[in-house]
Each structure stands twice: as C-alpha cells, then as structure tokens.
C-alpha cells in the first residue's frame, strides 16, 4: 500500500518521504506535506465510488468553500485533474484542516456538549443552505439518500435485512419495521426538505479548532432528506444521560434554517441505524468486523422494535 501511496503522490508532486499514513478507514488517507502546507492523499476503496461520483463531491465540496463553510479544498494535480487513477485505485488530494475530531465512536470530547451540539446545529443549516444556493453541473452524480435508497430493495448500504448475524425472528422484526417506515416515509415525504446533505455527520467526521466547527468526510454525501444529517448524528448519542438536552441543542441551533418535526426526526433515526446492519455485510471479513457487526444489530433491534409497537 505505501508504493501505491508513493505513485499516487508523485501525481501531485510529493516525494515519498512527504507523506505518512494517516487513516485506515473507508479510504485510506495520506497526510502529506510540504512547504505550502499539509494535504490529505485519499486512496479511495476500489469499486465504491466511480470517478464521476468523487468528481461530483469534490465540485461540491469546492462550492461549499466557495460559501464560506470550512470544509476541504480540492486540489488538483500536476496534469490539472481532480481525481487520478492508480491501477484501479481512484485519488484525490484534499486540503488538511486543522483541529481534532470531537469524539470518537459516539463520544464527545469536548466540556460544552450542549453549546458544540448548537453550533453543529447551525454548521448543518449553513451547509444545507450554500447547497441549495448553487447549481451542481448536468453530470453530477452523487448517491440518493431518497426512500427506496434506504428502504427500497436494493438499499445503498445493502439489504439489512439480510445481515447473517440476525435471528430468523430478529430479520422478521426488521423486516416489519421496514414496511412500516416506508409507509411512513411515503405519507410525509411531500413536506420534508430534501437536497444535498453530509450523510455522515459523526463525531470523527467534526472537527474542532479554536471553538471552530468543520466537517470533513463527503464520501457519502449526496442527495437526502435535510433531517438524516440531524439523525446521524444523534443516533450515536441515544443511550448518553443528557441526550434531550444534546437533542434541542442541534434542533435549536439548525432552527435557524427551519424547525424539525420530532416524529419525522425519529423515523430517521431508525432509518439511520437500520442502515448499519446492512452496511457491514460486504465488511465481515475486515478485522473486527463481527463485533462491528453486532453493534449494529444491537443498536437497531430495540429501536425497530419501540417503533413497531408505536401506533
């Protein structure tokens, strides 16, 4: 992986010794550096998003900044192209932020929990606003966070019914709360605000500098309804003592954009955490990805099952 690292950064002019593995998650990220600053080298999983698609969010990302909200920057490489190709390897190079993630793995790390989820709140309305503002190009191309993209029978996380791990019963439990959320979803769906969102709004995807809020990570964003941004990141935070309070914080800040339905916030929340279960399938043989993968179904069992037996 380091020589298919090195090749890639020769594509933006940084010699081996420059760069430094930085993270290992759905892509692999690069921390490289120079005497005009520090970048993000991604190496993108191969087969998860085409060249159109990571060519799409980067234009995005790049009209995000244009708006004023701290996000990366594209940059390009020496032949002028934002996403290069390495044997079947997409690249890109991001601006580095500054700043630490807020937490990790559904924790905070921060004293004012209330006052960050505020400012997330509002940092979430800033992004929706500037995207509706600007007029992606006719081949944009970004995944669609839409009904049948989470509850349709081909979801973009993957069938999370289907995820080994669950019981003959448990599968029936999700498959029923499945039927269920998409009746919902289809009666509430001509009031809900729809467009581009972040989709992965969690804690290691935040960063914070100097009381600064930024979001990093638009591998998933695309197309969705506004309230699954909210959702994403409350999810992590349900079992947390002061979830209420954490909850009309982000509500109270993203206010300044609109109000949220509670009840439709709830349906996202499930829709949220019943993606996991489906997400982690093609995952199982990663390391860890069992307990992963329990986590998952732990986490969306009770909430389909409060769900269902809500009239």
């Not at 701290?70 to 190709?85: I, K, M, Q």
């Not at 006052?115 to 992606?136: E, K, M, Q, Y």
Request: aromatic content about 8%.
């Amino acid at each position: 992986m380091a020589a298919l690292a090195q090749q890639a950064a020769r594509l933006w002019g940084f010699a081996p010794d420059q760069i430094r593995l930085a993270a290992r998650r759905e892509n692999i990220v690069w921390r490289a550096e120079d005497g005009s600053g520090a970048f993000a080298l991604r190496l993108h999983r191969p087969g998860y998003r085409n060249a159109a698609q990571l060519l799409s969010e980067l234009r995005w990302m790049d009209a995000l900044v244009q708006g004023g909200l701290n996000v990366p920057r594209p940059v390009p490489s020496r032949a002028g192209t934002l996403v290069e190709a390495v044997g079947d390897t997409l690249v890109d190079l991001l601006t580095w932020l500054p700043g630490r993630p807020i937490g990790m793995q559904g924790q905070l790390d921060v004293t004012d929990r209330v006052g960050l989820c505020c400012n997330l709140g509002a940092l979430l309305a800033r992004l929706h606003d500037i995207s509706d503002g600007w007029t992606p190009p006719p081949d944009f191309s970004r995944p669609a966070w839409d009904r049948a993209g989470l509850l349709g029978d081909r979801p973009l996380w993957g069938p999370f019914w289907d995820n080994p791990g669950l019981t003959a019963a448990q599968r029936a439990t999700l498959l029923a709360a499945r039927a269920k959320a998409d009746a919902h979803l289809a009666a509430i769906e001509p009031g809900l605000d729809y467009g581009l969102i972040h989709a992965d709004a969690l804690s290691e995807n935040i960063l914070i500098h100097d009381d600064a809020l930024s979001l990093i990570d638009f591998d998933d964003g695309g197309w969705g309804f506004r309230d699954f941004d909210l959702a994403t990141f409350l999810m992590r935070f349900l079992p947390a003592p002061d979830y209420p309070a954490l909850r009309a914080a982000l509500l109270a800040g993203y206010a300044k954009r609109r109000a949220v339905d509670p009840g439709a916030l709830d349906l996202f929340i499930l829709l949220r955490a019943l993606t996991y279960p489906g997400w982690i399938i093609p995952r199982l043989h990663e390391p860890g990805g069992d307990a992963r993968s329990a986590r998952a179904i732990h986490t969306a069992l009770p909430l389909a099952e409060a769900y269902l037996a809500t009239p």
